[in-house]
Structures are given as structure tokens and as C-alpha cells.
């Protein structure tokens, strides 16, 4: 066998693998959404939306669930948007290489691989425990600080996209640096910037482990942030160890529930600044025209 043969043989063989394992993850990945499909719209109804979470062998919902994470979540995201967006902007505009810059970067990056339970220890060890409860506050704390890294690394490396000229030209301007971030490189990479934060959001939506040390759970409707209060993760965790069947069927519904919420959270992050680009540059134009 030549040479080029024996190159056209192995560049045979590892096309071959590649495809193999490509294919074996589609097919792990279609059973996966087959069996969510199929035993999660067996449950899925309009009560599923209205009542809260049933007695054993009962009738109910998961709309206390549903509730309860929309409000973690959400003051979750609320609470890392600020403090990501200005640490952000602190490396990227102002720190840049100093050590202080690079120490930051170092916990950052360290924050972002760190398994989610130890983040939801550390707020019970420094909110729940000194509290004497678990609420609803302590998981949006939780979630926060999940949230946070990710945040961060997208501001800077957004800021890092902006065109030099862009700064020069407020510059020559006579704007104070603070301005020509916010009215000019805000502007221009803000569509990224939101991707980071969606994306951000998305993840946060799924977590479990944190939660069961700080929000806990609850069977019934509250609005109530100072106590503990139901989520779908661990709702969907406790629902799916449980010994009844209508409980089980819960779980898969509300396991099918968080997992479209996701889908359609991760197809915003491409849509929307996209989306938002386009309407920015038409009236960019107008303004032109």
C-alpha cells in the first residue's frame, strides 16, 4: 500500500468515527427527548399551570412551582446583572492588565468551574444559617452568585470588541471616559452583552442543588420571599423519588416544562440581539436618510 493510500485509508477510518459519534449522540440525545415527550405531555394540562403540587395520589399542578422559581430566578439574574456589568467594565476598561485585573480574572474563572452545590453550602453558611431559616432570598443570593461569572467574562470581552476609534472619537469629543462607555461601547456591544445575560439566566433556571440548601421547598403557594419557597428543580427532584405514579408523571411534566423553558431561553440569546441589532442599525439609517 502507498502512501496515499494509506493516508486516503486512515482519513476513511476517522471520518468513519466522526460520524459513529456524532450519530451515537443523536440517537442518547433523541431517547432522551422521545421519553421527555412521551411521559411528559401525559401529565401536561391546564391544571398543571393552576394548581399547586397534590397530595400523595392526588390531583394538582405545579403552579406553586412554577411561581416560585420564576421569582428566585428572576431576582437572581436582577441581582448579578448590576454587579456583573460593572465588574465587567472595571476589567476591561479600567483595570485591564494590573494585578488587581488579573487577580480578579483568576477568581473569576475559578467561580465559574466551581460545582453549584458548594456555592448553594457557602449561602447557607453565610444567609441561612445566621437567619435560622431558608428562603427565598438565600437561593436568589445562591443563584446570583452562579450567574455572576459568566456576566462578568461576557461585559469584558464585549468591551474588548469595541473599535479603538470609537473611544478616540469621544474623546475628541471632550466626554469623561464613564460617558463614552455608557452612550458609546454600551451601545455598541450591547446585543452581546444581553446573549451573556440569557444565557446566564438559562442556566440558573435548571439548578437544583443550590436551592436545596437555601430556598428549600414548600407544597403550597407563596409570595413570600422570607421563607421557604417552592421551585421546579427540587419540586421535579422530590416528585421523581417519590413512590406514587401521579407523582412521578409530575415530575416528568415538570421536568418537560423546565426543559422548554430553557430551549426557548437559549434560542432568545440568538434571536433577540440579533433582532435588536437590526432594529438599531434601521434607525441608525433613518437617522441618516
Given at each position: 500500500?502507498?502512501?496515499?493510500q494509506?493516508?486516503?485509508v486512515?482519513?476513511?477510518c476517522f471520518?468513519?468515527l466522526?460520524?459513529?459519534?456524532?450519530?451515537?449522540?443523536?440517537?442518547?440525545?433523541s431517547?432522551?427527548?422521545?421519553?421527555?415527550?412521551?411521559?411528559?405531555?401525559?401529565?401536561?394540562?391546564?391544571?398543571?399551570f393552576t394548581?399547586?403540587?397534590?397530595?400523595?395520589g392526588?390531583?394538582?399542578?405545579?403552579?406553586?412551582?412554577?411561581?416560585?422559581?420564576?421569582?428566585?430566578?428572576?431576582?437572581?439574574?436582577?441581582i448579578?446583572?448590576?454587579?456583573g456589568l460593572?465588574a465587567?467594565?472595571?476589567?476591561?476598561?479600567?483595570?485591564k492588565?494590573?494585578?488587581?485585573?488579573?487577580?480578579?480574572?483568576f477568581?473569576?474563572g475559578m467561580?465559574?468551574?466551581?460545582?453549584?452545590?458548594?456555592i448553594?453550602?457557602?449561602?447557607?453558611?453565610?444567609c441561612?444559617?445566621?437567619?435560622?431559616?431558608?428562603s427565598?432570598?438565600?437561593g436568589s443570593?445562591?443563584?446570583?452568585?452562579i450567574?455572576?461569572?459568566?456576566?462578568?467574562?461576557?461585559?469584558?470581552?464585549?468591551?474588548?470588541l469595541?473599535?479603538?476609534?470609537?473611544?478616540?472619537?469621544?474623546a475628541?469629543?471632550?466626554l469623561?471616559k464613564?460617558r463614552?462607555?455608557?452612550?458609546?461601547?454600551?451601545?455598541?456591544?450591547g446585543?452581546?452583552?444581553?446573549?451573556?445575560?440569557l444565557?446566564?439566566f438559562a442556566?440558573?433556571?435548571?439548578?437544583?442543588?443550590?436551592?436545596?440548601?437555601?430556598?428549600?421547598n414548600n407544597?403550597f403557594?407563596?409570595?413570600?420571599?422570607?421563607g421557604?419557597?417552592a421551585?421546579?428543580?427540587?419540586t421535579?427532584?422530590?416528585?421523581?423519588?417519590s413512590?406514587?405514579?401521579?407523582?412521578?408523571?409530575l415530575?416528568?411534566?415538570?421536568a418537560l416544562?423546565?426543559t422548554v423553558?430553557?430551549?426557548?431561553l437559549?434560542?432568545?440569546s440568538?434571536?433577540?440581539p440579533?433582532?435588536?441589532?437590526?432594529?438599531?442599525?434601521?434607525?441608525?439609517?433613518?437617522?441618516?436618510?
Amino acid at each position: 500500500m502507498t502512501r496515499s493510500q494509506w493516508r486516503t485509508v486512515k482519513s476513511k477510518c476517522f471520518r468513519g468515527l466522526c460520524y459513529g459519534a456524532t450519530g451515537l449522540g443523536l440517537l442518547i440525545l433523541s431517547i432522551i427527548v422521545y421519553s421527555l415527550l412521551s411521559k411528559g405531555l401525559r401529565g401536561l394540562n391546564l391544571s398543571t399551570f393552576t394548581e399547586s403540587m397534590p397530595s400523595p395520589g392526588g390531583e394538582g399542578g405545579l403552579a406553586n412551582a412554577i411561581v416560585g422559581s420564576l421569582m428566585i430566578s428572576i431576582v437572581g439574574i436582577a441581582i448579578a446583572i448590576p454587579i456583573g456589568l460593572l465588574a465587567g467594565t472595571w476589567l476591561s476598561e479600567y483595570g485591564k492588565n494590573s494585578k488587581l485585573a488579573d487577580t480578579i480574572r483568576f477568581l473569576n474563572g475559578m467561580l465559574m468551574s466551581s460545582p453549584s452545590i458548594l456555592i448553594g453550602l457557602f449561602i447557607y453558611e453565610i444567609c441561612v444559617k445566621p437567619a435560622g431559616s431558608f428562603s427565598g432570598w438565600a437561593g436568589s443570593f445562591a443563584l446570583a452568585v452562579i450567574a455572576l461569572p459568566m456576566i462578568i467574562s461576557t461585559t469584558e470581552e464585549m468591551l474588548k470588541l469595541v473599535p479603538k476609534s470609537i473611544r478616540e472619537a469621544g474623546a475628541g469629543l471632550g466626554l469623561p471616559k464613564w460617558r463614552v462607555t455608557l452612550s458609546l461601547s454600551y451601545r455598541s456591544v450591547g446585543a452581546g452583552i444581553l446573549t451573556g445575560v440569557l444565557l446566564s439566566f438559562a442556566r440558573i433556571s435548571g439548578e437544583t442543588a443550590p436551592l436545596l440548601f437555601t430556598a428549600l421547598n414548600n407544597t403550597f403557594m407563596s409570595l413570600d420571599m422570607n421563607g421557604p419557597m417552592a421551585n421546579l428543580p427540587v419540586t421535579i427532584y422530590r416528585l421523581a423519588m417519590s413512590p406514587y405514579d401521579s407523582w412521578n408523571d409530575l415530575a416528568w411534566t415538570g421536568a418537560l416544562i423546565i426543559t422548554v423553558a430553557i430551549l426557548l431561553l437559549n434560542v432568545a440569546s440568538r434571536v433577540l440581539p440579533t433582532m435588536l441589532a437590526k432594529y438599531a442599525q434601521l434607525k441608525h439609517q433613518k437617522k441618516q436618510g
